[in-house]
């Protein structure tokens, strides 16, 4: 009769194995009758399969357990061999990449004595050690590129077991200036054996977006594959998971603009039956973090324009985010101060320049041309500026003009940078402000300029320190500026200006003075026998003499101008004003 060989299974015992953990194997012969054998030969491997550059797996054995048993012989009928084996912590568990493959086999060997052996071989799956979930519940992450996009994603978990759902929101902020257009997310499955790491499977999710706005929320849900290996990390390799938002921008056909870790364990793992709501992002909450910073800094927020403001004094406020750029822009507004305040980038030639005025501040003073009537009056409203290098995007990214200013401040990605802005820009404004009310008159101007500011008073209007001017005087029912054209430092001539309210139909035309009506050149007349120079539109009379200093002057030609007036007009005068 010739020898037979048993027939061999094995079943495992946890049914679950882990790196770390060790398992029990009963190895069961089945034998139709008595079988002479010398041994029986358990070897468990683990193998790791990684591609070369030439297409090809080269195997590096992590694992190498034996045990034996030396039966004499094998009975008829099924005979059990129960052996133990310890998986290393470090070993990874079973994964099928593109890449790396790892795999473990149990190979039973019975050496039977002068006849063919029976070499059986089983697939011994390693699973990853189940996960604690600590970090779960919604997030929300961020990212500024280069070109000043703001990239803003919010998820409803980063913890999720394969067959799971991923539910998401995607907003972003600088669109026009990246020019994006295409978006995607693409969940990657990422190994790494010895120093390369190497794209896994990945499973990728088209987000229509035919139109972006800045700070629209897109809506994106993703299931993760039932075939997903959870994530593990050993010594010798690991494997993790990771979520990209992709999308095509100027310039660059795809790029990866915000990455975000994502954990995939095991189904087992407990804590995973959880729900919550999705962080605010976009919009809303731009919305909420300017409502808090505006609280915290004594600005407001402008739900409409998206702004914050704020007025300090004669001096206002506002903070805007410039789509086109993605960069803040501060601008501060006042009232004309009439010093002929410019201030620009530097040229070439300024240094040589009888006009540039120096501030004292070697980088601001080489970065900017300064330019204004009088040193002492443009130093007193620039000087601010030349100490808030923390809200210039650069050293060539602020203009200071005779009513305000604007700065481009860099772009604040988190709401911590964009408070430390408001401050800043809050300070500067009150820095302004100061600087202008303690700004002092023209030298020229300097012994009349109380004088002048009490005239403007008594005539109920506004009197310009800048350059001694007087606007929205009242007399007669007549309203009256009077202002000065100024010659470098010195006024050459001084303007009186009377507005018409209703217009004139027909202004008197002083080249024709056949046609102007009695009355009109009686008074027009007695302004050009007492030295003005005058011209009339349908809105306005105006009159030109020489430099007028002394407040009582002035109060003469107001009388004067708003008398002509009246008589323009069809009214009556009722006399100088007392």
């Not at 999720?160 to 020019?179: I, S």
């Not at 001694?468 to 100024?486: G, I, K, P, S, Y």
Request: with cysteine; charged share 25%; glycine share 8%.
């Amino acid at each position: 009769m010739l020898p037979a060989r048993p027939r061999v299974s094995v079943n495992l015992r946890p049914g679950v194995i882990t790196p770390g953990s060790a398992f029990d194997a009963l190895v069961r012969l089945d034998s139709r009758r008595v079988i002479p054998v010398k041994r029986v030969d358990c070897r468990l491997r683990g193998e790791v399969l990684v591609m070369q550059a030439n297409g090809m797996f080269a195997t590096q054995r992590i694992v190498e357990l034996a045990a034996s048993a030396t039966p004499k012989t094998l009975p008829a009928g099924p005979s059990e061999l129960r052996v133990r084996f310890a998986i290393p912590p470090s070993a990874p568990p079973s994964y099928r990449g593109t890449t790396i493959r790892a795999a473990y086999t149990l190979t039973v060997y019975v050496d039977i004595p002068w006849w063919i052996d029976r070499e059986s071989t089983f697939v011994i799956p390693v699973s990853a050690p189940p996960a604690s979930v600590t970090d779960r519940g919604a997030k929300s992450f961020a990212r500024v590129q280069d070109s000043g996009l703001r990239v803003e994603c919010a998820l409803d978990r980063t913890v999720v077991a394969p067959g799971g759902v991923l539910a998401g929101r995607l907003a972003f902020f600088g669109v026009e200036a990246a020019g994006l257009r295409a978006v995607r997310v693409r969940l990657r499955c990422l190994e790494r054996w010895g120093a390369g790491t190497i794209d896994g499977p990945n499973y990728l999710v088209e987000i229509p977006i035919e139109r972006q706005v800045d700070g629209d929320a897109h809506t994106f849900r993703m299931r993760i594959p039932e075939d997903a290996v959870p994530a593990f990390d050993t010594p010798t390799g690991c494997m993790w998971w990771q979520l990209d938002v992709e999308g095509d921008t100027k310039g660059r056909a795809t790029a990866t603009l915000l990455d975000v870790p994502i954990q995939v364990v095991a189904p087992e793992t407990s804590g995973l039956d959880f729900f919550s709501e999705l962080p605010l992002i976009g919009d809303q909450r731009r919305a909420e973090m300017l409502a808090r910073i505006a609280r915290r800094t004594g600005l407001r927020h402008e739900v409409e324009t998206d702004r914050l403001v704020g007025q300090f004094g004669g001096v206002s406020l506002s903070i805007e985010r410039v789509a086109a750029t993605g960069h803040n822009r501060v601008e501060l507004r006042w009232r004309p101060l009439g010093i002929a305040l410019s201030v620009g980038p530097a040229r070439w030639n300024d240094a040589i320049s009888r006009y540039e005025i120096t501030v004292g501040l070697p980088m601001f003073d080489e970065a900017y041309q300064v330019r204004g009537r009088e040193a002492r009056q443009v130093l007193a409203v620039v000087t601010p500026f030349a100490h808030a290098d923390g809200l210039l995007h650069s050293l060539r990214n602020c203009a200071i003009r005779d009513d305000g200013a604007s700065l481009v401040a860099p772009s604040q990605p988190d709401e911590e940078s964009l408070m430390r802005l408001a401050y800043s820009a809050a300070s500067l404004a009150e820095r302004v402000r100061i600087g202008i009310e303690g700004m002092p008159p023209p030298q020229h101007f300097a012994e009349h300029a109380d004088a002048w500011r009490s005239l403007a008073g008594r005539f109920r209007g506004q009197f310009r320190q800048g350059d001694c001017a007087m606007h929205r005087l009242e007399l007669f029912n007549e309203r009256l500026d009077v202002e000065h054209v100024w010659d470098d430092a010195r006024v050459r001539e001084t303007i009186v200006r009377a507005h018409f309210d209703p217009p004139l139909e027909a202004p008197p035309d002083r080249s024709r003075p056949e046609s102007v009506r009695a009355d009109w050149r009686e008074a027009l007349d007695a302004l050009d026998a007492q030295g003005g120079r005058w011209s009339v539109t349908k809105t306005a009379l105006e009159v030109r003499v020489a430099a007028v200093r002394d407040a009582v002057d002035a109060e003469r030609w107001i009388d004067v101008v708003a008398s002509t007036a009246r008589t323009l007009q069809g009214r009556r005068n009722t006399g100088p004003f007392r």
